[in-house]
């Protein structure tokens, strides 16, 4: 395990005081949730596929379809897209 130190901004430490016993927890839904929005940042830039982005994100081509659609994205699925995830 490694030790890092993070300056937390004033207005972040009362918020975060709840949560001292689960900041692992806190910053693994947070890691996930900026990889998600980076990766399906990416494909509305045209630069990846929904696919790609749903592997940068360490989740399912299901999950990253809802994620695009709640962001008010339509995904549209192609063949290659659907065997890639079936395997």
Do not use: C
């Amino acid at each position: 395990m490694h030790t890092t130190t993070v300056v937390i901004p004033d207005e972040l430490v009362l918020e975060l005081a709840s949560y001292r016993g689960n900041l692992d927890d806190l910053l693994r839904i947070g890691l996930r949730e900026v990889k998600k929005e980076q990766s399906l940042a990416l494909f509305k830039q045209g630069h990846i596929s929904l696919w790609k982005a749903a592997r940068m994100a360490g989740i399912s081509l299901r999950e990253m379809t809802e994620y695009a659609a709640a962001q008010g994205l339509r995904a549209i699925l192609d063949d290659e897209m659907i065997e890639e995830e079936l395997a």
